[in-house]
């Protein structure tokens, strides 16, 4: 079961999961016209007569315990994470982020659900913004003690900024090329970890194959100045360079670099080839820690070697949502 299912995240890991073969899938979300429109586009491929629409919304808990019967494995893409909005109506915020997960918690421990992955997101690291602090706040339900005495496994993934994805700037640059006006650019230093639809969905599946409860999931991500990123589009798009640029400002909740995980986080870290995996926190008193020089650095975007203009214009010219 996927909720949310009905954003970029949900089409992307319908797409992906007809490798894998599942006997079913349910989207789970509360936006009856997004289902429809995802209905008429899944009508002519395969995955379609596995698939199952169910209206809901991840703050009942009633419907959840209902459409999570005979689940094995439970994606929770469900959540208010528009920055600016989240920061006018953080109480919103706090009922689908923070109770809804903890309502999809409940619902999958009573319906004896194997598998538990919630989608997290970077401004969840020392959080300046009401998003990043519910987000925060899932991530820690998702780990909570009170959890471990059953069959359920729950953990999370955290990532950065998905190229395409609906909430992400490429739709709003591509209106303003349309009109032939200036791509709009918070500021001229601001980076941010970025990665594919793709690379997030293996995310992912990885975090299935390989929790054993209570963990989040990083993947090694580039990073760039968002500024390369408006150039690179912008040279994409119209074949031109050097398209007209405007610095708008920092809007509220925002920074200028994003962390994947934080100084004290990477206490617990574990580094793969190609991810971390953040254990959960030992809250034992160790004396010998006492006596170590501990040195971690924080896993940033603005502290990690940036990608060129033709390294971002190479990823995203393979992307369907380039024209």
């Known amino acids: 079961m996927i909720t949310g299912g009905t954003g970029s995240f949900g089409y992307q890991i319908l797409k992906e999961l007809s490798n894998y073969k599942p006997k079913s899938i349910v989207i789970f979300s509360r936006d009856e016209d997004k289902q429809n429109t995802m209905k008429q586009e899944l009508r002519e491929q395969k995955i379609s007569k596995i698939t199952k629409f169910v209206i809901g919304d991840v703050r009942d808990y009633d419907s959840l315990y209902t459409v999570c019967k005979n689940i094995d494995i439970v994606f929770h893409a469900a959540a208010l994470k528009q ?165 708008v400002g920092i809007r509220p909740g925002e920074k200028i670099h994003e962390l994947l995980i934080s100084e004290e986080e990477m206490r617990f870290a574990i580094e793969k080839k190609d991810h971390y995996i953040i254990k959960k926190e030992e809250y034992e008193f160790d004396k010998n820690s006492a006596k170590k020089k501990i040195r971690f650095n924080e896993y940033s975007s603005g502290a990690v070697k940036f990608m060129s203009i033709e390294e971002l214009k190479d990823i995203m010219k393979h992307l369907s949502w380039v024209v």
């Open 83 to 247: 920055v600016p909005t989240v920061e006018l109506y953080p109480f919103e915020a706090v009922k689908t982020n923070i109770l809804g997960s903890h309502n999809v918690v409940k619902a999958s421990i009573a319906r004896g659900v194997k598998h538990v992955v919630a989608v997290s997101t970077d401004k969840a690291v020392k959080p300046v913004n009401a998003m990043g602090m519910t987000k925060a706040l899932q991530e820690k339900i998702f780990r909570s003690d009170q959890y471990e005495k059953n069959n359920t496994i729950f953990c999370s993934v955290r990532y950065g900024n998905v190229l395409g994805s609906r909430g992400s700037v490429i739709p709003l640059w591509d209106k303003k090329i349309e009109n032939g006006q200036p791509l709009p650019v918070t500021h001229s230093e601001m980076t941010r970890f970025l990665l594919t639809l793709h690379d997030a969905i293996q995310l992912v599946f990885y975090a299935v194959k390989n929790a054993k409860g209570g963990e989040i999931f990083v993947k090694k991500a580039p990073s760039a100045k968002i500024v390369d990123l408006a150039k690179a589009y912008a040279e994409l798009v119209t074949k031109k360079k050097n398209y007209p640029i405007e610095y």
